[in-house]
């Protein structure tokens, strides 16, 4: 990017020129106020000032001053912007936060041997495709090419790849071991955010049992997290219940639901969230709007705790909600359009419910 | 209590205590106020009791409990208790979760509001003994 030196040089005797360097001090200011000690900062000064000398013809004598503080904030603004997009673009290795401080770049360091590791943890013909797409720049096709298979199977592969790494990356940073078996194939599914793979490895209930994989999920699950109509709370107090039925009456109000399914649904959520509390000690109650059949609400109740001995006896409808086995679960099917409930004495609980919006409401 | 805005507020008027539930009660906070409420009865001497429940977005089969056990333990305690303000869904949600008397049988006397609720003692007060409307009966 050319900087402004030119200019005044060139045309000594060009008044906007050197009015414009005169704003030297002031656009510092402002991008270091921004950008700090960031390396682009001077990059940055520059860029602003070559942007007003191009505009000065057009301005206002008295409003130099004010447009070049606005040309500064811009150019700041989209500076972040870019590494932004960069950042979202970019098919990155692994989730890093950009540093911003030397301490982190120290960090950084460290986690570059975590990399080293994770790398080495891959196959020979995963490390050597991941490494020609994202540091050798080569594309698909001509990886897909070479391998004789197609783009997309290459791409789904190096997804895979990458998911792996995440995970083998976590493991190294934070040298941890996984403790069980079942950890890997988890904490891949949920580093791919491949839900039916998660489903088939149990991944929801195995969070719920193993502390280390609780802990390492969640930079895991932070990258898919933001989807819209889907809502995770965890449940562990009294407050949790409020909390629960609270959020999913919210979520549940976008869809054609009437104040009184509102109540059910919460009423149902407010039932088994108490029996998380009280029999399993903690849990999660996961929320998903459907969409197809039709439109609906999914909730799903789940809990490590010591499960149902047996869940026949727990149905067993005797109307009164203190009848049975005092877990209210006859009176909650009969509040949902659909209602199951998963048990394994000393594996815990999964209750799946749902309430379909109204087909008259259209 | 806590710091934040009242959740509950109990008011004394006459030989009535009228407790307003001003928001989602969480289970612990549904057992505090129950502790509260008894032990006022006992304070003021209170003959009637009025619990305002128009503002809990569900009463499920705890809140439904406790309600019962706090009509319960003011009869014991010599004051009649009326709930009040129970709104329509919230009405539905509970008859489909089916909370039906428990065994005992002891019902939990509701009126539509806090005005009907206080006609309501008053009836039972001039006609009777607190805690059976079959007082009143020639």
Redesign the interface.
């Known amino acids: 990017m050319g900087g402004v030196d030119s200019g005044p040089d060139d045309r000594p005797a060009d008044l906007p020129a050197q009015a414009v360097a005169d704003l030297i001090p002031i656009v510092r200011r402002v991008v270091g106020g921004r950008v700090g000690g960031h390396p682009a900062a001077e990059d940055l000064v520059q860029e602003t000032l070559t942007r007003v000398l191009a505009a000065s013809a057009t301005i206002e004598p008295g409003m130099l001053e004010p447009y070049a503080i606005v040309t500064a904030r811009n150019v700041v603004a989209s500076m972040w912007r870019d590494e932004d997009r960069k950042r979202r673009n970019q098919h990155r290795v692994v989730d890093l936060s950009e540093p911003e401080s030397p301490e982190a770049r120290l960090v950084l360091d460290e986690e570059q041997g975590a990399m080293a590791q994770a790398l080495a943890r891959l196959t020979e013909r995963e490390r050597l495709t991941l490494l020609a797409h994202e540091v050798g720049g080569t594309d698909t096709r001509t990886l897909a090419e070479q391998a004789g298979s197609t783009a997309g199977a290459v791409a789904a592969q190096l997804n895979r790849t990458r998911a792996r790494l995440r995970v083998e990356y976590l493991l190294a940073a934070r040298q941890v071991e996984p403790p069980t078996d079942r950890c890997r194939p988890v904490l891949i599914a949920l580093s791919s955010a491949d839900q039916r793979r998660q489903r088939e490895v149990g991944a929801a209930q195995h969070l719920l049992e193993c502390e280390t994989c609780a802990q390492l999920s969640e930079p895991l699950l932070e990258r898919g997290q933001h989807r819209d109509g889907t809502l995770r709370i965890p449940i562990t107090a009294?407050?949790d219940?409020?909390a629960a039925?609270?959020a999913v009456?919210s979520l549940a109000s976008s869809l054609a639901f009437g104040?009184?399914e509102?109540?059910?649904i919460?009423?149902a959520v407010?039932?088994v969230c108490?029996n998380i509390?009280r029999f399993a000690g903690s849990g999660e109650v996961v929320v998903e709007l459907l969409d197809s059949p039709r439109r609906g609400l999914q909730v799903v109740a789940r809990d490590a705790g010591p499960g149902i001995d047996d869940v026949d006896a727990a149905m067993a409808d005797g109307?009164?909600?203190?009848g049975g086995l005092g877990l209210?679960l006859?009176?909650?099917r009969?509040?949902m359009d659909e209602f199951a409930v998963a048990s394994e004495p000393g594996h815990g609980t999964t209750v799946t419910m749902t309430k379909w919006e109204r087909k008259d409401h259209g | 209590m806590n710091g934040g805005p009242a959740l509950v507020s109990i008011m004394r008027q006459g030989s009535t205590l009228i407790a307003s539930i001003h928001t989602?009660?969480?289970?612990?906070?549904l057992v505090r106020f129950e502790h509260d409420l008894v032990a006022q009865i006992g304070t003021h001497r209170s003959r009637g009791v009025i619990i305002d429940v128009a503002a809990l977005?569900?009463?499920?089969?705890?809140a439904?409990?406790t309600l019962r056990r706090i009509a319960e333990m003011a009869r014991l305690r010599g004051a009649r208790t009326v709930v009040v303000g129970i709104?329509?869904?919230?009405a539905?949600?509970?008859v489909?979760?089916?909370?039906?008397p428990?065994?005992g049988g002891d019902h939990v006397t509701t009126a539509l509001d806090l005005e009907e609720g206080l006609a309501l003692l008053e009836t039972a007060e001039s006609g009777g003994p607190p805690g059976g409307a079959a007082g009143w009966s020639p």
């Open positions: 009294d407050p219940i409020v039925r609270t009456r104040p009184t509102l109540t059910v919460a009423t407010s039932e108490r509390v109307f009164s909600t203190y209210g006859p009176g909650v009969r509040l | 989602a009660l969480d289970d612990s906070e977005d569900v009463i499920d089969s705890f439904a409990h709104q329509p869904e919230v539905f949600a509970m489909r979760l089916g909370m039906r428990a065994a």
